[in-house]
Every structure is written in C-alpha cells, then in structure tokens.
Nanobody
Framework: QGKFVEAGGGSAQIGGSLTLSCTAS????????LAWFRQAPGMGREGIAC???????????YYEDSVKGRFTISRDNAKKTFYLQMNRLQLEDTGVYLC???????????????????WGQGIQVTVSA
C-alpha cells in the first residue's frame, strides 16, 4: 500500500506563508491525480486544491474559493512529492491538512473525500493574530 509523509505544517501569523509537502514512499505518484484537503475543527474534510493531470495543466487545476489566489498546488514527479504553497494565511485557514491521491485524471474539481485512494497522516496548520 502507498504511504505518504507530510511535512511543513506548524504555526503562522495572519498574512504569513507556509509550504506543505507530501512525499510518497512506495507509490508511483505520476499515475495519480493529487489533492489537498482541509479539516477545520468539528468539520468534515473539504477539498481545497486539486491537481487532476499528470503535468499540472491549468485546465485541470481546482481551488476552493476561499484559497483561490493564495494557495498553489504543484507536483514534482521525480521527487514523488507534491506541495501546497500557502500565502497570505488567514485565521480561517487553521485546520488539519491532508494530502490524498486518486488514480483517475481529468477532473475539473476535487472529488468527494471517499473517492480518494490513499491519504497522508494529516498535519496541523494554526494561524494566529
């Protein structure tokens, strides 16, 4: 089974930046579409950034409205790693961030969480004033 290691979470102030990474240990990452989910306290998992093509074509990028223009998802297949660059962080960005993959391409949005095949362990991001 594939496994991921997430890194880069932690604390930041409003307006700050963090970069999350998700590295696959034994999964051919280039065969999967990628996603970052966010789970706020007491809430379900919400797909906030999805990259649904092998090469990151713009037509297959999706960002949830609250992060559009501030967050960027990208992939490095050679390193078996994908990233979430988070800029201009807001209090509402606080939560657990989970990386995930699904073995189909071509979606123009994030799929519902149950559709994804493998998940990272989750990493906490806390934004404070």
């Amino acid at each position: 089974q594939g496994k991921f290691v997430e890194a880069g979470g932690g604390s930041a102030q409003i307006g700050g930046s963090l970069t999350l990474s998700c590295t696959a240990s034994d999964l051919p990452l280039d065969k999967y579409a990628l996603a970052w989910f966010r789970q706020a306290p007491g809430m379900g998992r919400e797909g906030i950034a999805c990259l649904n093509s092998e090469d990151g074509q713009p037509d297959n990028l999706y960002y949830e409205d609250s992060v559009k223009g501030r967050f960027t998802i990208s992939r490095d297949n050679a390193k078996k790693t994908f990233y979430l660059q988070m800029n201009r962080l807001q209090l509402e960005d606080t939560g657990v961030y989970l990386c995930s993959v699904v073995s189909t391409f071509g979606w123009r949005t994030c799929l519902p969480a149950p559709a994804y095949n493998y998940w990272g362990q989750g990493i906490q991001v806390t934004v404070s004033a």
